[in-house]
Structure formats: structure tokens, C-alpha cells
């Protein structure tokens, strides 16, 4: 048996405001564990659920957990992709559809991909650099550490890390691998810390934390292909169908924010005293403010802390 532990975030929240709809299709881009999935799959009595991920290890846990959902025969259906949510459009035409009753994002990393050393994801266990979230995927952790060079590298720990010591920790990087290779997570996570100063060190969380945060969204491309993927999944909302995103990072938000406002806003002329059909807006918020954890699941999962949910709805 697989297990995949993962404790969902804002679960009743995103798939709530769904509002699903006997009979619709819906779907999960981040299936991870499949807790939001599962969730949803328990409001329907038919209708269709499909499951993206990229990581083969969700995928084939999933296949176990959720084998009676995945029959064929059975009401509601489960059907699993293993893919990137980039390839949303492209993967459903496959299955023959082009729309779809709602849609929902969960981003980030799940916690078997944090907590099983060999991912090379954190820095608590010591493993070689690799932090892909997709392993037939060819660039990794150890690429971009060893390969990049020191802008590249500064560049990404200022904007996916806010990492205000970006310069000094690509310099240490630098001067390390002109030596040898880096080629494990304490190994980067020592030069991390070496090139901190010591009162800065003593502040805050793990030293190594922001950078590993902007190592590991480079790595995916995770702020690439999310406008990709949202701009695809708004187009295949179905009138009257709604699009949940749950965000970890400023970034991601900021991506999600400004892309519903692109969508749910339009630049009317002056005086029109009815808006014609073809210059409406094709998306209205259902939440002006981005929904936040309750002080409930605040205490009970960590990961909560910096969730922000938005949804949308096709008009
Ligand atoms: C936070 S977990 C999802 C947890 C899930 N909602 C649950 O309740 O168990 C995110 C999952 O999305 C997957 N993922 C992240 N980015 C992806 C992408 N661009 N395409 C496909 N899967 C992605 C990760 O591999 C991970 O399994």
C-alpha cells in the first residue's frame, strides 16, 4: 500500500464554493493525496472527477486509494492524468472534453514529496539536490545550483525566495562549486547558512528556508505554468461553472488576483444604458477578498498559515 499523508487546506472552502452539481465534470489540477478530491467526490452521486497530477508517486497512490471511484461502471467517476496542469486543454481533448463544470488548484508541493528524504526537497534530511515534483522531468535542484549562473541564481532567490540575501548566498554558492560540485541538501543548506549573517541568522526560521522555497519554484517552472493553466481553465468553464485556486506564496497570488481581475473587469465606453453580451466580462468573483484559514485549522495545520483562496465564476 502507498500511503500519501497529506492534510488538505481550506478543504471545505474550495470544493464548497463550487457549488457542485450532480452529473457535472470537475477538475482536481493538484490531485496530491486526493483529500479535496474525495471530498467533491462524496457531494455527487454521478458525474465526473478528473484527477491531474505530475508526480507518478501521487498518481500510483491514488490508483490504490481511490480504486472503487476509478471503475468504469462506477457513479460519481474518477479518472487520473499524470501530467502537468500546463497540458490542461490538450489532456482533457483527449478524453473528449472541452468543458468542464468547475476546476480547482491546490498549489505547491504535497507532504510526502516534503517528507520522504529522497526528493531532495528539504533541507531536514540530507539527499542529493533534486526537488522535481515530475522525476521523468530533466532539470533539477542540482542543475540549477551547480549550472546557473550567479544573476540567474540571484534573481530567483530575490523574487520566488524574497530572499534579501540573494547576493551573498549565490556568491558562496559560487565559490563552492568552483571547488567541486554541491551535490547534497545539507551541503547547500551549510553554505546557505554560512553566507547569512550571524544576526540575521538568529531571527526568523530555518536560514535555508527562502532559498530552498525559490530553488524549488524554479525547479517546477511553478509560476510559469500557472498563468498558462488558469488562462486555459477559465476558457474551458462552462457558463455558470466555478474555478477554486488555493495559493502558498505572494507570487502565486498576485498571478491569480490579476488574472480573475483581467477577466471579471472590462473598460466599458462612457454611457452605455445596456452592456451588449459580446463586451461583458466572461468571469464575476465570488470572493472580492481571498478566503482565509479559521483560527481552527490555523492551529491544527501549519501549512494553512500562508493559504489564500480565491474563486471565480464563468459568466
Ligand atoms: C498541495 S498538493 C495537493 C494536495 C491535495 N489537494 C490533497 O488534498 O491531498 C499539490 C500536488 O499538486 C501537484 N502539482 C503541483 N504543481 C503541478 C503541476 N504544475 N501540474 C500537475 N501537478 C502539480 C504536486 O505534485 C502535488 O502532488
Known amino acids: 500500500m502507498t500511503e500519501f499523508e497529506h492534510t488538505s487546506v481550506l478543504l471545505h472552502e474550495t470544493i464548497d464554493n463550487l457549488a457542485p452539481k450532480d452529473g457535472g465534470i470537475y477538475v482536481d489540477c493538484t490531485f496530491g493525496g486526493g483529500g479535496h478530491a474525495a471530498y467533491l467526490l462524496s457531494k455527487l452521486t454521478n458525474g465526473t472527477v478528473i484527477g491531474f497530477d505530475q508526480d507518478s508517486y501521487a498518481i500510483s497512490a491514488a490508483q490504490e486509494k481511490f480504486q472503487t471511484n476509478l471503475r468504469e461502471d462506477h457513479q460519481p467517476h474518477l479518472q487520473l492524468v499524470k501530467a502537468n496542469f500546463s497540458q490542461l486543454a490538450p489532456e482533457l481533448a483527449k ?89 547534497t541538501t545539507f551541503q547547500l543548506s551549510d553554505l546557505i547558512k554560512a553566507a547569512i549573517p550571524a544576526y540575521a541568522r538568529r531571527t526568523g526560521g530555518h536560514p535555508a528556508k527562502k532559498s530552498f522555497q525559490a530553488i524549488r519554484i524554479a525547479v517546477n517552472n511553478e509560476l510559469g505554468v500557472l498563468s498558462e493553466s488558469l488562462e486555459a481553465a477559465i476558457k474551458l468553464l462552462k457558463p455558470g461553472g466555478r474555478i477554486s485556486v488555493i495559493t502558498f506564496q505572494s507570487d502565486e497570488d498576485r498571478i491569480v488576483k490579476q488574472l480573475f481581475k483581467k477577466y471579471s473587469e472590462v473598460d466599458l465606453p462612457r454611457g452605455l444604458p445596456v452592456i451588449p453580451d459580446d463586451l461583458k466580462p466572461p468571469l464575476k468573483l465570488v470572493n472580492r477578498k481571498p478566503i482565509l484559514a479559521t483560527e481552527e485549522e490555523l492551529a491544527n495545520n501549519k501549512r494553512s498559515h500562508s493559504a489564500k483562496l480565491r474563486v471565480a465564476e464563468k459568466i
Open 95 to 183: 478524453l473528449g472534453i472541452d468543458g468542464v463544470d468547475g476546476i480547482y488548484y491546490d498549489l505547491g508541493v504535497s507532504s510526502p514529496q516534503f517528507d520522504q528524504p529522497e526528493r531532495g526537497f528539504s533541507y531536514r534530511f540530507d539527499a542529493k539536490l533534486d526537488m522535481r515534483m515530475d522525476r521523468d522531468q530533466r532539470l533539477s535542484a542540482y542543475e540549477i545550483v551547480n549550472e546557473w549562473d550567479f544573476n540567474e541564481l540571484v534573481r530567483i532567490l530575490y523574487r520566488y525566495g524574497d530572499e534579501k540575501f540573494a547576493k551573498q548566498i549565490a556568491r558562496q554558492i559560487e565559490k563552492a562549486r568552483a571547488i567541486a560540485p554541491i551535490e
